[in-house]
């Protein structure tokens, strides 16, 4: 079966704390993407990565920041966490170019407290 | 910029019955169109999806939806429901402009299954 692994389903951080969550997906996809999803206000893409130390912000970049040094793994990144943080993120990938749809992680739920 | 509405938060059917979910999207072309499903506390999973071609598309499931150009819309449909559909449903429309197959998704539609 083809994955997206998100290193953790549940955290639980300090406001100020500086937060890493990480996704790696094994179907040696070109993008991948974070969204975060909130209730009544579906997905919002936070940034996005079509390629190797390639990277363009989305919708809602502020206060996140993100890292792909390898084809297979895409980190986001809070510099220093706040309680408007707290949401469920979400890590997809999907092939190299437009239609194709994407595969989805599990999800991470963060809470900052 | 492209959009999607999903008119209905919620939506509740009795088991066997069928279902109608609506998603209305805005963008300047033919857009790539999808459908997704979320169960409690999972990611999301692709349903179907749509660009050209066959207005009609298949699915996993048991779910099929229509492109309707003059109404802009892509309607998910199955004509008889399981208790284990009940789920979140996502409707998106990829990006055209870029290769990065950026989606923009709508608000989700919460489906309960009545026994």
């Known amino acids: 079966d083809v994955k997206v692994t998100q290193s953790s389903r549940y955290l639980v951080k300090r406001t100020g704390e500086k937060v890493f969550l990480e996704c790696v997906q094994d179907?040696?996809?070109?993008?991948m993407f974070w969204y975060r999803q909130d209730p009544g206000l579906g997905l919002r893409l936070i940034y996005f990565?079509?390629?190797?130390?390639?990277?363009e912000k989305g919708d809602i970049p502020e206060g996140y920041s993100v890292s792909r040094e390898k084809k297979e793994r895409f980190s986001l990144i809070l510099e220093s966490a706040s309680t408007n943080q707290t949401s469920m993120y979400l890590c997809a990938s999907s092939r190299l170019g437009q239609g194709v749809g994407y595969t989805f992680g599990s999800g991470t739920r963060l809470t900052v407290v | 910029a492209q959009s999607v509405t999903q008119p209905d938060i919620h939506i509740t059917v009795s088991e066997g019955a069928s279902l109608e979910l609506r998603c209305n999207y805005s963008?300047?072309?033919?857009?790539?169109l999808f459908w997704y499903v979320q169960s409690p506390g999972q990611g999301l999973q692709l349903l179907l999806k749509?660009?050209?071609?066959?207005?009609l598309v298949q699915g996993i499931k048991g779910f099929e939806a229509e492109f309707k150009r003059s109404q802009s819309s892509f309607n998910l449909r199955k004509p008889s429901v399981h208790w284990s559909d009940a789920a979140e449903y996502f409707c998106?429309?990829?990006?055209?402009?870029?290769?990065?197959?950026?989606?923009?998704f709508g608000d989700g539609t919460t489906l309960t299954v009545k026994p």
């Open positions: 749509y660009f050209s071609g066959d207005t």
């Open positions: 179907m040696d996809h070109e993008n």
């Open positions: 990565s079509y390629d190797v130390k390639m990277k």
């Open positions: 998106a429309v990829g990006d055209l402009r870029t290769n990065a197959g950026k989606s923009t």
């Open positions: 963008y300047g072309a033919t857009p790539y």
